[in-house]
């Protein structure tokens, strides 16, 4: 008997140090992937930037080429400026021409145009790959990169990308059947280094190949990154897919896909890769376990997975928790292993405007800035990815990740502390529909036909509240919807601006006009909302012009919403994976509709 006790006692003992070292999931939130946002709560003050905008008719106003399929975005920063990479394919996934492209910004708000970093690359003809029937004949290659910079201890800069090659749309860039991969040194005035060859793979040469190899360089220091860079296992790491599969640099060549990492508070690597794989390794990444193991409780996909470490200490794991690439989430560790909740970082999919091969909607192929690839100095978790593999995106999350306000809202835009207006708001802001405080006004614009900007305010949950806000339309014929949502992000009440000059409310699937409104007159309105019975007074400019009950019952709100737009909701759960069309006017540009909002009050009554 007492034998048995041991045993019982050694096996549990022994799974619970084995769970210890294990990244998991113990919270109990999960998504419902029927809504874009998943039904979560929003982390407080995350900001959502769109960087590029793919536009095939009007190639001027991208990137000067008109090419969509815009994917796996890659993140740094260095000298007190961000750099992001990001590979495009002309239509599709693993279709040529491929190239990479490289953007910058000094606050991570407003992005240059642009430039092509790695060039389109012509594969010699003739040129087979060992199990696939096609030949090479004006092939060009396509770019296909886990890794996108590497700063060294002597503060050098290197862009990396990796030149694939595909004879069919069918066919894999990162089989390691490909040519090689490239390098170059970005310069502090903006400037490129010549391209090198830093890593080639078999059959693949300085003989056959157009870029030299980096040690041919005459710059020391470059050739001196380049080898420390090579010395680096856990760079190497992220080369796997990609590289020969017997290359003696990669340390784990199993064919996990996407890896990303991040140090322990004990000197440990946790290593994470697609479908939520994870393993750690005690030697900084000269090893790893034979075999990953599939993180217990999380849900992901075939998209990306990033993890690391926040200024705070703690630490955080961005993905897409369920089997579709939404919602964009969150969840935090004290530990770095044990992971406990799971908050919203954007629950937005904008319409996909052109169809391609493996165009998956939504948020996804998340990444941050790697371990030593710098520290912006407001010390927020900064990401990048793209939308729809189309167009390209960053977020910036404050640090300590917050999911409740503690207290009431009181914004008067002119007199909140310049430069830190936005720091509760969450927002969503494209290129043509920006969100922004300009003139002492949080100022919404939209001139996109397929797209709109998004301001939304976190208050204490309330059943019993007030709201009120000062508005000017700079003209009556936009549409601006404004939204009391629950913590699910669940509208009880919506407001509507609509494009006749009309003021509306939701009453199921009706609306109720209760007013109009004037290009540049400033309207100031207050709501008062119980949710215990549902009813709702409006007043506009002091007086009370409607009393009627919300369109959904709620147990309470806690957010108040204000949009360019319509509520989306294509595509859901049972939309086919694969969009072959193109919408109509997908690169043209609507008039511009602004509005501008000077304050904005919420408390309880």
């Given at each position: 008997m007492k034998k048995r006790i041991l045993f019982f006692l050694m096996t549990w003992t022994f799974q619970q140090l084995a769970a210890q070292d294990t990244v998991r999931y113990t919270g109990k939130t999960l998504v419902n992937a029927d809504y874009h946002h998943g039904q979560l709560s929003p982390v407080m003050g995350v900001h959502n930037i769109q960087t590029f905008r793919a536009n095939r008719e009007h190639p001027e106003l991208a990137e000067d080429f008109g090419w969509t399929y815009n994917h796996a975005p890659m993140l740094a920063h260095w000298r007190g400026k961000f750099y992001l990479e990001y590979l495009s394919d002309r239509v599709g996934e693993s279709i040529p021409p491929g190239q990479t492209f490289l953007q910058t910004s000094a606050d991570g708000y407003s992005w240059s145009r642009p430039q092509v970093v790695f060039p389109v690359y012509r594969i010699p003809d003739g040129t087979r790959k060992e199990g696939h029937p096609g030949v090479a004949k004006d092939l060009?290659?396509?770019?296909?990169?886990?890794?996108?910079?590497?700063?060294?201890?002597?503060?050098?800069?290197?862009?990396?990308?990796?030149?694939?090659?595909?004879?069919?749309?069918?066919?894999?860039?990162?089989?390691?059947?490909?040519?090689?991969?490239?390098?170059?040194?970005v310069n502090a005035?903006?400037?490129?280094?010549?391209?090198?060859?830093?890593?080639?793979?078999?059959?693949?040469?300085?003989?056959?190949?157009?870029?030299?190899?980096?040690?041919?360089?005459?710059?020391?220091?470059?050739?001196?990154?380049?080898?420390?860079?090579?010395?680096?296992?856990?760079?190497?790491?992220?080369?796997?897919?990609?590289?020969?599969?017997?290359?003696?640099?990669?340390?784990l060549k199993k064919q996990y896909k996407a890896f990303s990492y991040y140090h322990l508070a004990d000197g440990r690597v946790v290593g994470l890769w697609k479908n939520a794989l994870t393993a750690i390794?005690?030697?900084?990444?000269?090893?790893?376990?034979?075999?990953?193991?599939?993180?217990?409780?999380?849900?992901?996909?075939?998209a990306k997975i990033w993890g690391q470490r926040t200024s705070d200490g703690r630490f955080a794991a961005v993905y897409n928790p369920s089997e579709y690439r939404w919602p964009l989430a969150v969840s935090t560790s004290d530990n770095g292993l044990e992971y406990k909740d799971l908050l919203l970082v954007n629950g937005e999919i904008s319409p996909m405007r052109y169809g391609g091969n493996y165009k998956s909607y939504g948020p996804q192929y998340i990444r941050g800035i790697v371990e030593g690839n710098g520290k912006p100095a407001d010390g927020k978790v900064w990401l990048t990815y793209s939308m729809n593999k189309e167009d390209i995106w960053v977020s910036s999350v404050p640090v300590p990740l917050r999911s409740q306000a503690t207290a009431h809202v009181d914004d008067d835009f002119s007199v909140l502390p310049k430069g830190r207006e936005l720091e509760n708001w969450n927002i969503y802001s494209p290129l043509w529909a920006p969100v922004n405080v300009r003139n002492n006004s949080l100022v919404l614009e939209d001139k996109d036909?397929?797209?709109?900007?998004?301001?939304?305010?976190?208050?204490?949950?309330?059943?019993?509240?007030?709201?009120?806000?000062?508005?000017?339309?700079?003209?009556?014929?936009?549409?601006?919807?404004?939204?009391?949502?629950?913590?699910?992000?669940?509208?009880?009440?919506?407001?509507?601006?609509?494009?006749?000059?009309?003021?509306?409310?939701?009453?199921?699937?009706?609306?109720?006009?209760?007013?109009n409104y004037k290009a540049g007159e400033t309207m100031s309105v207050a709501i008062r909302l119980n949710t215990g019975n549902r009813f709702y007074t409006i007043s506009m400019n002091g007086k009370d012009v409607l009393t009627s009950l919300t369109f959904v019952p709620v147990a309470s709100v806690s957010r108040l919403v204000f949009r360019t737009g319509e509520v989306r909701r294509f595509p859901d759960v049972d939309t086919p994976a694969d969009q072959t069309y193109d919408l109509k006017h997908a690169g043209e540009m609507a008039p511009n509709h602004r509005y501008s909002i000077h304050m904005v009050k919420t408390s309880t009554f």
């Open positions: 060009d290659a396509v770019m296909h990169q886990r890794m996108g910079f590497f700063v060294s201890k002597k503060d050098v800069l290197l862009v990396l990308g990796f030149y694939g090659i595909c004879l069919d749309e069918k066919d894999d860039p990162n089989d390691g059947k490909g040519i090689g991969r490239v390098v170059r040194e005035d903006g400037s490129f280094g010549a391209i090198y060859f830093i890593r080639y793979n078999p059959g693949w040469s300085e003989a056959n190949t157009r870029y030299p190899f980096y040690t041919k360089s005459k710059n020391k220091n470059f050739v001196a990154a380049c080898d420390e860079l090579l010395s680096n296992p856990l760079m190497m790491q992220q080369w796997n897919e990609e590289a020969d599969r017997k290359d003696p640099l990669i340390p390794s005690t030697d900084h990444g000269k090893t790893w376990p034979e075999n990953a193991v599939r993180a217990p409780g999380f849900v992901n996909g075939t036909p397929f797209d709109y900007a998004k301001a939304e305010r976190l208050f204490p949950e309330a059943t019993r509240l007030r709201v009120e806000f000062k508005l000017t339309p700079a003209d009556a014929k936009g549409l601006l919807a404004v939204e009391l949502q629950d913590a699910k992000g669940t509208a009880a009440l919506r407001l509507t601006l609509d494009s006749t000059g009309t003021i509306s409310a939701k009453a199921g699937s009706r609306y109720k006009n209760f007013g």
